[in-house]
């Protein structure tokens, strides 16, 4: 029954209410029904955009509480997903290598950007790190 609705509506037509209907909603979040937590998405979504990030770093740029980003970095690190490092007093986090669904885990969260608003992915994608030099133009 479900194959034959499937076939039905062409395939083109459900990615358009797909994609209508993932910009119509407020938070924008793919990947919630999966990871069962936006902010393990945030963290996922972040990692893939920007290679590296830190907690605070995180939940500055998605406008969240630190403990909620703090406490899924620590579930990713633990479950080999993550790895982290300390920079000075910062601790910042990067996909493990090492872990066995990297590729296809990357597939997923570049899939899930590319449904992402342009301005938000531009906005994730910029990933200055130092300030700019004095009186140089934009």
């Given amino acids: 029954?479900?194959?034959?609705?499937?076939?039905?509506?062409?395939?083109?037509?459900?990615?358009?209410?797909?994609?209508?209907?993932?910009?119509?909603?407020?938070?924008?979040?793919?990947?919630?029904?999966?990871?069962?937590?936006?902010?393990?998405?945030?963290?996922?979504?972040?990692?893939?955009?920007?290679g590296e990030g830190y907690a605070r770093e995180m939940a500055r740029f998605f406008d969240t509480s630190l403990r909620p980003i703090q406490r899924q970095l620590e579930r990713l690190e633990a479950a080999g997903v993550l790895w982290s490092r300390l920079v000075g007093r910062t601790r910042l986090y990067a996909f493990n290598p090492r872990y066995p669904f990297l590729r296809e885990l990357e597939a997923l969260l570049d899939r899930a950007l590319s449904f992402y608003p342009e301005s938000d992915r531009r906005a994730l994608l910029m990933n200055r790190r130092r300030p700019r030099r004095a009186g140089k133009p934009l």
């Fill in 1 to 50: 029954m479900i194959q034959e609705i499937s076939r039905a509506i062409p395939i083109e037509s459900r990615v358009t209410q797909y994609r209508s209907r993932l910009e119509s909603e407020e938070d924008g979040q793919m990947l919630q029904p999966i990871v069962a937590s936006a902010s393990t998405e945030r963290v996922l979504v972040f990692l893939r955009a920007r």
